[in-house]
């Protein structure tokens, strides 16, 4: 079983839409949760971290956590064109690293 | 602030032939240091990571290494190249374990 899991879509919004992103983990003991944007051809860019259960916003973007359940998702409000990318999902497994989901494709239509 | 230096930013490389990709990191001292594998359309894959000088972890067996001679300068090395080595090379940072990883702009390394 992958530790961090996404589906890689793609997953296809209507411009203005809410586009919603969603992960997993299988790490009952992990604490910190990142979601990257990642532009075709360009390096993972952080966008929101979030530690505890319930939701963080910021801007168009809120992130919730629910560790019960070891889900975390990311809401994109009023999506835009340029919010097309891939968004990668990682969480501390206690290792010495992040470990990264393999991302879901999101396409915001015009 | 803290900046992260990757280069070069592409790399058409014969099989066969060596490998040097380096990483700098400004604005921190002692960063815990990664270098990351993306083939095309899949997630990231650890390959060496360092919490100091000389201190080089592996994640899988490869023909890759990694050296860190200096605090904030990391190394990611091949002596022989093979055409699977071609991919999305990432060099990042964290302060720790558990938070945020940073990462520099990436090496695409094409092996032919």
């Known amino acids: 079983q992958k530790e961090v899991e996404q589906n890689s879509g793609p997953l296809s919004v209507p411009e203005g839409a809410i586009a919603s992103l969603n992960c997993t983990y299988s790490?009952?003991?992990?604490?910190?949760f990142f979601w990257y944007r990642q532009y075709s051809g360009k390096s993972p860019e952080l966008i929101m971290s979030?530690?505890?259960?319930g939701d963080k916003e910021d801007g168009r973007f809120t992130a919730q956590l629910n560790k019960a359940s070891q889900y975390v998702s990311l809401l994109i409000r009023d999506s835009q064109p340029s919010d097309s990318a891939t968004y990668l999902c990682?969480?501390?497994?206690?290792?010495?690293?992040?470990?990264f989901g393999s991302g879901t494709r999101l396409q915001v239509q015009p | 602030s803290q900046t992260i230096h990757q280069w070069p930013a592409t790399l058409v490389q014969p099989v066969g032939s060596p490998l040097s990709l380096e990483c700098t990191v400004e604005?921190?001292?002692?960063?815990?240091l990664y270098w990351y594998r993306q083939a095309a359309g899949r997630g990231l894959q650890l390959l060496f990571y360092?919490?100091?000088?000389?201190?080089i972890s592996s994640e899988v067996p490869q023909n890759l290494s990694a050296s860190r001679p200096q605090d904030r300068q990391f190394i990611l090395s091949s002596k022989k190249l093979l055409l699977s080595d071609s991919g999305f090379y990432l060099c990042?940072?964290?302060?720790?374990?558990?938070?945020?990883?940073?990462f520099g702009q990436g090496t695409r390394l094409t092996v032919v």
């Open positions: 604005g921190t001292s002692n960063p815990n």
């Open positions: 360092s919490v100091g000088i000389g201190q």
């Open positions: 990042a940072w964290h302060r720790d374990s558990i938070t945020e990883a940073f």
């Open positions: 790490d009952r003991g992990s604490q910190s």
């Open positions: 979030i530690y505890s259960n």
């Open positions: 990682a969480a501390d497994t206690g290792r010495r690293a992040l470990t």
